[in-house]
């Protein structure tokens, strides 16, 4: 069985998550589901919007959880800001 890596942070069962990333993706789906859900409204597909809408809430929660699990991060010195930490 191989070991980690010295300089790896986290272990094999509580990895280190990579928030920024996680961040970028949140974001992304909360504008695409946004977008897509206020021109879902405008063609009438009333049924598709608020399906859209849920998500872009979802995704909007998920941004404010990985921004407050970021700041803790920072708070315990860790965290360099690179998009994969």
């Not at 974001?27 to 009333?46: M, N, P, Q, R």
Request: glycine letters at 10%; a positive charge.
């Amino acid at each position: 069985m191989r070991s980690q890596r010295r300089s790896a942070r986290g272990t094999v069962g509580h990895p280190y998550s990579a928030l920024n990333l996680r961040l970028v993706l949140a974001v992304f789906g909360f504008v695409t589901s946004a977008i897509l859900g206020i021109l879902a409204w405008a063609a009438g597909l009333e049924w598709l919007a608020i399906l859209l809408f849920a998500l872009a809430a979802t995704a909007l929660v998920d941004m404010v959880v990985v921004e407050l699990r970021r700041r803790a991060r920072r708070r315990e010195g860790g965290g360099r800001g690179s998009l994969f930490e």
